[in-house]
Each structure stands twice: as C-alpha cells, then as structure tokens.
C-alpha cells in the first residue's frame, strides 16, 4: 500500500503528528506502549509486544481493564489472518430464574461478573505465535505493580469518578484507595498483591488464575458474598479461534470477530453505506454524517434484536450480511430526515485497545476490557483482581436468543478491526468505548478509505455517537454548519465537550505501507504511537 494514498494534512486542532516506523506499538497508555516496544527491540515479535502491552495496561490503567477483563484479537501472521474470542461465560448457577423479578440486569456487584478471559487470550496468543518466553513478558507489568508507577492526569481523573460510584463494592476501597482516597495525578500508585497475582501468572502460564491457587481466592471472595461464581466455572474457561467476519467497502473488506460481539454493527453499516452516495460529499458534510448515522441506527437495531452467544441465534451472521437484505435496509434510508429504525427481517428474503505491527509483517489488533470502567467494581482481597461486569450485556427477555442462562456469552461491545485489501493486510485499529465501538470503526474506515484521511487525521477528526430514537451527541469542535445541518435533516443533537472518559471513544490505529507503517493515537487519551 503506497503511502501517496494518504493526505498527511492535519485538518483538525490536535497537538499529535503521525509515526511511522517499520515496527510500531500504538495504545491508550505511554508505560504500555513502551513496554510493547522494548520488547520488539529485544527480538519479540508483534504477539510478544501486544501481550507485554497489555499485561502493562492491567496496572497502569484499571479505570478500563485488568486481570478480571475480557479480550479479543485479530491477527495477520504475515500470511492469514486469525480471530481469537477469549470472552468468558457466565457462571453455571445463572438461569433466569436467579434473576426473576427484576427489570433489567444487574450493573455492578457480583451478579454482574462473569468468568474473565484477558489471561486465557494472553497464553493462547503466546503459545500460537509468541517467539519469547512468556514469563518475559510479564515482567514489564510486574515491575509497575510491584515498584510502582505515576498516576496520569486522565487515569487520576476516571480513577476518582469510579471511586465515586463503587467504593462500597467488596474489596474496591482495599484494592484501589489509600488512605480512603484515590491516587491523584502525580502520585506514585503500588499494588504489591497485583505484583504476586502477576508472577503466579506468569510462572504457570495462566493456569494459577483458572484451576490453581488464585481461582480458589476468587471462588472463596465469591462464595462468602452468596455469587454463583465457583472454581468450576473458571476452570471450564475456553477460548475460541472463531476466525472473522467481514465486509467489502470499495477495493478494502472490513473485518471483525464474530457474535458474540458488536463487530457486526460496523459490517452491516458499511455494507447500507455502500449502497449510498456517501463520497460524493464531503468527510465532515452534514450529508455524509447523515448516511452514517442512519447506517448504524438501522444496524444497531437488528444487533439489538438478534445478536447473542452463536450458539443461541435465531438469525444467522450469513443472514445479517446478506448484501439484497442491507440494500433493503439502505432504501429505507431518507437522504434528507432522520428516522427511528426498528429491527429489520432478515430471515425474510469503554475499554483499552491496543495494535501492534513488526518488520517482519506480523499485526495484532487487540482489546481488553472490564466494560464499565471500574467493571463490577467487586476486587479479590490479597490479589488485585477487579472484576469485568459483562453480566450487563444479558437481557432478562423471556426468548430473547440474549437472554441471561448458564455457561454463555454475553453481548459483548469490546472489538477489534482489521482492514484488508485484496489478500494483504492493510490498518489495525480500534476505538474503545462501549457502544461507540462500532461506530467509532465505522468512521475510521470512512475517513481512511473513502476520504483519504491518515490515521492522525482520521482519529483527531470531531465524533459523533448515535445514542437512540432520533438523539446523537456530537463533538462541539465539529464545525457549526455541519452541526446545523445535521439539526435541519431532523437529528436531535447534544453537544459535548471532547472529553478523556469514553464517550466518544479512543482510538489507535496503525496502517501499513509500502515499507513499514503510519500509526495515530488518540488525543482524548493518555496514549501514544511508538516506532523504530
């Protein structure tokens, strides 16, 4: 891929320019991206510098994920590309019966925890394609836990606004505060029961925290507040090589990991927008931001109705993506009115990310989460695990194929994206944020592909996040005329500020050239983009 494809302005106000280098680490957090790269430097691979990242994020950044997150990956080895679902199920005691009576999920607390799989994803990656030993790997993290790291101003911030919300949670205040406040910018932050949980990782290769001495902990904490997690739940832990699903978008195909995720948002959008006269205008035109909201409005609308674990869809992916059934939808598309979309027929016809590319051609599109920030805001005592609240992601509908039942996977909002074009791969990227996700991937690959924009540019752009009915939020640096003209086609608009939490999503993105690569990081974050 020439890199003359690609405009090198930077039309939007930001203080961060495009990296490029033949190896490169991009993620939400400097110590990650930096532990990612020094291990490219000692002779890692891509897979060896993803997985030293993220180990590093689990400590620097537990405002977005740690040891009791889920993950996924999409991988080019330099010659396939591999889908990795490491997304844990409920526990075995959670039929539906449990919840009786209550209207909705629980958000936090134990009944919102399912079985993390963030461990699994990082042995069955190393294992698969690692080049250095795995204990090597974790020792970046450790060292953080153990000796400490200074708290950043946007981690300090999300850090206390969690607090706020979870610190009656059990173990939280232990875990997270002292003194009986969180860490503020500047300060040194310590975590010598992660740093132990850490090494346990790291000398079993995982198997401490699914069969051995940690799970037992994490059972024990879990049996003495009445949870149904157990220690046989952990240990029936799988992953899943699930490969991907994908979406043709001009000469480029979008790809994302399969349901349970929401990685069909972004291929079913892409898919309408493809039917729609979206470059005739231009990237930050009232027009084309209209065709992209409804896209995902009528995408987002039958995700909501039909996505779940696979094995419980009545609707298959193959239907969803049926290219006659998006042209039905894009029909329903008024160039010039906002609508309100409900579930089509097709059976009729937060978080942090990371990406990583190395010389030798290898890229990892990864991501990491305990969705809500903070997750369950339930921590382990003694070992510094927090716990994801992916239980949320259930809905309590009768014969809903989501409905919440033993042993499966939730809806899940946290994806990784790939680009190709032909057989080659071509952008690594993501943009954390719960249901933004989809959107956020969404726009990413507008700019990039259709307008010509580099990651940079592409991830400085001002966002807009549909939210429901006929409400989306919108930036307030995207100019006034396209907020205008938005508001003239019948969209109810709330300006928000840009901001470092997750509304409108961080993005990181690493794109390939003919000899190396470009990568852009966010500015809503702490992170950045690194090479040599």
């Known amino acids: 891929m020439a890199d003359s494809q690609f405009s090198y ?5 930001a203080a961060r320019k495009p990296v490029m280098a033949r190896n490169v680490v991009s993620t939400s957090q400097p110590l990650a991206a930096q532990a990612g790269l020094s291990v490219l430097a000692r002779g890692g691979n891509a897979i060896d510098a993803a997985i030293a990242a993220a180990a590093v994020l689990t400590v620097v950044e537990p405002t977005g994920n740690g040891l009791g997150s889920d993950a996924f990956a999409i991988i080019w080895d330099g010659n396939e590309l591999h889908g990795l679902n490491a997304s844990g199920r409920s526990p075995a005691g959670w039929t539906p019966e449990r919840f009786a009576g209550q209207d909705k999920m629980p958000a936090r607390g134990w009944e919102s925890v399912t079985v993390p799989g ?12 690692g080049k250095l030993d795995f204990e090597t790997l974790i020792q970046p993290a450790i060292g953080y836990a153990e000796d400490g790291f200074i708290v ?47 090494k346990a990782i790291a000398a079993t290769k995982g198997e401490a925290f699914y069969r051995g001495e940690i799970a037992q902990k994490v059972a024990a904490f879990a049996a003495a507040h009445g949870a149904a997690l157990t220690a046989e739940d952990l240990a029936a832990h799988t992953n899943d090589w699930c490969g991907t699903i994908s979406m043709g978008f001009g000469d480029v195909s979008l790809h994302e990991i399969p349901p349970n995720g929401q990685g069909i ?49 009545k609707v298959s992916v193959e239907q969803l993506l049926d290219r006659d059934y998006l042209k039905s939808r894009a029909r329903l598309i008024d160039p010039v009115r906002a609508q309100e979309f409900g579930a089509g027929a097709p059976t009729a016809g937060g978080t942090v990310y990371l990406t990583v590319a190395d ?7 990864y991501i990491q989460s305990n969705y809500s ?4 805001g339930v921590a382990v005592p003694g070992t510094g695990i927090h716990l994801q609240n992916r239980g949320l992601g259930f809905t309590l509908e009768p014969g809903h194929p989501n409905q919440v039942g033993p042993r499966k996977r939730p809806f899940h909002t946290i994806i990784p994206g790939f680009l190709m074009k032909g057989n080659e791969p071509l952008m690594s990227f993501g943009v954390m944020g719960g249901p933004m996700q989809a959107q956020g991937h969404l726009q990413m690959v507008v700019r990039t592909q259709l307008y010509g924009q580099n990651p940079q540019a592409a991830s ?35 300006r928000e ?6 509304g409108f999503g961080g993005a990181q993105l690493i794109h390939r050239l003919d000899e190396g690569y470009v990568a852009g990081s966010d500015h809503r974050k702490d992170g950045m983009a690194v090479g040599f």
């Open 9 to 13: 302005a930077l039309p939007y106000p």
């Open 359 to 365: 010389a030798s051609g290898m890229m990892v599109s």
């Open 460 to 494: 400085d752009a001002p966002r807009w996040r549909y939210v429901s009915g006929l409400n989306v939020a919108i930036e307030t640096t995207m100019a006034p005329e396209a907020i205008s003209g938005l508001e003239e086609r019948g969209h109810q608009i709330t």
């Open 118 to 129: 963030a461990v699994s994803a990082w042995v069955e990656l190393s294992n698969k394609f």
């Open 373 to 376: 920030g903070f997750g369950s």
């Open 152 to 198: 950043s101003p946007v981690i300090s911030e999300l850090w206390a606004k969690g607090a706020a919300l979870l610190k009656e949670q059990p173990g939280f205040a232990e875990t997270f505060m002292r003194d009986g406040r969180t860490p503020r910018a500047g300060e040194v932050f310590r975590n010598a029961p992660l740093a132990a949980t850490l």
């Open 497 to 502: 500020e840009p901001d470092t939490s997750f």
């Open 265 to 313: 948002v972004a291929l079913m959008a892409l898919g309408i927008l493809g039917e729609l006269p979206v470059g005739d205008f231009g990237p930050d035109d009232a027009q084309s931001l209209h065709y992209q909201i409804e896209a995902i409005k009528l995408a987002m609308a039958d995700t909501e109705r039909y996505v779940s674990d696979p094995d419980y869809m």
